[in-house]
């Protein structure tokens, strides 16, 4: 039988609904069993997380995020943001949309990551365009120089009359908000878990930064006994290894709320191990992933973070580290529509069956 301390959940909740936010997810997202899955691997009982059905320009873990930080920004005068990351981000995708649903108007710094296929216009890029973005996509060969081109942005719209808000990359005050956000999710989880009965041992999720500073803040506030798994998708953490810097962001996120606990880097789990050749480059095993949980489950992961975040899954069980005998929570954070600007590289071409019928 699941339990969880309902008063520090109270705590939790009411310390969270006193900050700026902004209503975009559709929530709670459903927790669902995976019975054709966990048989094909026939290891422990898996669960899925659906935070892939958050709702918002087919959904993902960063419109939970947003409402926190764009209810921040609202808060502070903003009338346009100014993100960026790789041209096929999911967060660029969400917050594009988040912003045209709020009346905010969008512009993206992108990077290549892929080369000169980033430019087609397809999968998360596409929606970006949808969505009424201004997108720019650059050759960056470091973060800070892509950090230093959207300052260039911000600053030309400032000059303009706006009051332009940046986000990540080029924002790390608003880490917190963004682990609060997945905090919150713990809450979400917990009152799933009562109805539904039963104790999970892990929980894994694909994530380098906030969204598993969020969940292991919030399972140490709660007293939680499952284990928060990480999934680094990510081959660089600016400098500082996985579990610091989740750590250094959970922290901030105890800081906003005034919570009174820290997390210690020694109490975050996070592989690196499977990201291959790099951020945005697909594995072997991550691409038998995403075809596994289709076949089995009907459920689309990505090649770039939950396909591999499962690849870390299945190795875990085939290794022995996960037990037969438990349960599994994988949190799907999203992140299918990049796809179709990968579909090259599932070489199914040759599944297709061409029948000419004659009149």
């Known amino acids: 039988m699941f339990k969880y301390e309902k008063e520090k959940a109270q705590e939790l909740q009411e310390c969270i609904g006193k900050l700026p936010r902004v209503h975009l997810a559709h929530l709670p997202t459903p927790l669902e069993m995976a019975p054709r899955l966990s048989e094909a ?21 960063k419109t939970r995020i947003f409402e926190f930080i764009l209810g921040h920004a609202l808060k502070m005068g903003a009338d346009t943001i100014v993100a960026g990351a790789a041209a096929q981000s999911n967060y660029c995708r969400q917050m594009a949309a988040a912003c045209s649903k709020l009346g905010l108007k969008t512009y993206l710094v992108l990077r290549k990551v ?5 430019l087609e216009v397809q999968g998360n890029l596409l929606i970006d365009l ?4 201004d997108v720019e996509i650059i050759e960056a060969a470091t973060p800070a120089e892509q950090i230093r081109v959207m300052k260039e942005v911000a600053e030309k719209l400032r000059d303009k009359g706006h009051h332009p808000y940046l986000a990540r990359m080029a924002n790390s005050d608003d880490l917190g908000l963004d682990a609060i956000a997945y905090a919150n999710c713990i809450l979400e989880i917990c009152e799933q878990l009562e109805d ?3 104790e999970p041992s892990y929980l894994y999720v694909a994530s380098a930064d906030t969204t598993q500073a969020g969940l ?3 399972a140490k506030y709660l007293g939680l006994d499952f284990s928060i798994v990480g999934i680094n998708p990510l081959d660089m953490t600016w400098g500082e290894d996985a579990p610091t810097v989740i750590a250094g962001i959970a922290n ?35 691409m038998e992933a995403v075809r596994i949980v289709a076949e089995t489950e009907g459920i689309l992961l990505d090649p770039v973070y939950t396909g591999k975040a499962m690849s870390g899954l299945i190795d875990h069980i085939k290794q022995g580290k996960i037990k037969a005998g438990e349960t599994v929570i994988f949190l799907h954070t999203g992140g299918f529509p990049a796809l179709f600007a990968y579909s090259g590289e599932f070489n199914l071409g040759n599944k297709v069956k061409e029948r000419k019928v004659s009149r």
Do not use: C, H
């Open 252 to 286: 901030m996120g105890t800081g906003i709320l005034g919570l009174g606990i820290r997390v210690k880097a020694s109490e975050v789990i996070s592989y690196g191990d499977y990201v291959g050749m790099g951020y945005g480059k697909t594995t072997q095993e991550g």
């Open 41 to 61: 691997l026939k290891g422990p009982l898996l669960y899925f997380k659906r935070d892939d059905l958050t709702g918002l320009a087919l959904g993902g873990n």
């Open 196 to 198: 539904m009965d039963f």
């Open 114 to 118: 892929r080369g000169d296929i980033d």
């Open 130 to 133: 949808l969505t009424g973005a």
């Open 216 to 218: 292991v803040l919030g």
